[in-house]
Nanobody, 123 residues
Framework: VQLQASGGGFVQAGGSLRLSCAAS????????MGWFRQAPGKEREFVAR????????YYVDSVRGRFTISRDNAKNSVYLQMNSLKPEDTAVYFC?????????????????WGRGTLVTVSS
């Protein structure tokens, strides 16, 4: 499975951005897609995930209510709508896909990763 993320950029605090991630290849094996982020000097952390079968979602507490993850099965794509952005949201954002049967937030359960896209939020 190959993942291609896009949509990062520079935005002022309070603004919005929408990230997209297109999957290709053996997408039939995908069960969950997620977004992770890595800020400078920090470990990569889970942000949000969506189940491919029932569209159930889950978010890290710091973004819940501000970010929305969604998927389009027909396009094999997942999106992350980010509203009310804060400077602490600044990071490289990665989309990832998991073939594990149960939807997961654990980084090591995601086998496929796209190249990151940088989101910079100024204060």
């Amino acid at each position: 499975v190959q993942l291609q993320a896009s949509g990062g950029g520079f935005v002022q605090a309070g603004g919005s951005l929408r990230l997209s991630c297109a999957a290709s290849g053996r997408t039939s094996s995908v069960r969950t897609m997620g977004w992770f982020r890595q800020a400078p000097g920090k470990e990569r952390e889970f942000v949000a995930r969506v189940s491919w079968s029932d569209s159930s979602t889950y978010y890290v507490d710091s973004v819940r209510g501000r970010f929305t993850i969604s998927r389009d099965n027909a396009k094999n794509s997942v999106y992350l709508q980010m509203n009310s952005l804060k400077p602490e949201d600044t990071a490289v954002y990665f989309c990832a896909a998991s073939s594990v049967a149960v939807a997961t937030t654990l980084r090591d359960r995601y086998r496929y990763w796209g190249r990151g896209t940088l989101v910079t939020v100024s204060s």
